[in-house]
């Protein structure tokens, strides 16, 4: 059974910047595409920002363009989202999600949460 793992998450000022990981079980390579998504109070889940594991394309999310880089590192089984000028609208919980499309399977992280206030 795979496991996504996250963690980097914790309370910033507005401004500020954080850099969430997210560690897999296993080779990221298994996968076709690995996401970033999150989920505030009372909102439904939403995709942040999402990586082909061989590096093919990288797309996000119209209100995190600009502030958010996503990378991965093949070594270290690792996807990560650095994100800078960090607001208060970007307080949420943050998931990591793996996807293989043949066969199609999924797997999600417990998440890690985000919270931006002064």
């Known amino acids: 059974q795979v496991q996504l793992v996250e963690s980097g998450g914790g309370l910033v000022q507005p401004g500020g910047s954080l850099r969430l990981s997210c560690t897999a079980s296993?080779?990221?390579?298994?996968?076709?595409?690995m996401d970033w998504y999150r989920q505030a109070p009372g909102k439904e889940r939403e995709l942040v920002a999402t990586?082909?594991?061989?590096?093919?394309?990288?797309n996000y999310a119209d209100f995190v363009k600009g502030r958010f880089t996503i990378s991965r590192d093949i070594a270290k089984n690792t996807v990560f989202l650095q994100m800078h000028s960090l607001k208060p609208e970007d307080t949420a919980v943050y998931y990591c999600?793996?996807?293989?499309?043949?066969?199609?399977?999924?797997?999600w992280g417990k998440g890690t949460p985000v919270t931006v206030s002064s």
């Open positions: 999600n793996a996807r293989l499309y043949n066969p199609y399977v999924e797997y």
């Open positions: 990586i082909a594991t061989d590096g093919g394309s990288i």
């Open positions: 296993g080779s990221i390579l298994s996968f076709n595409r």
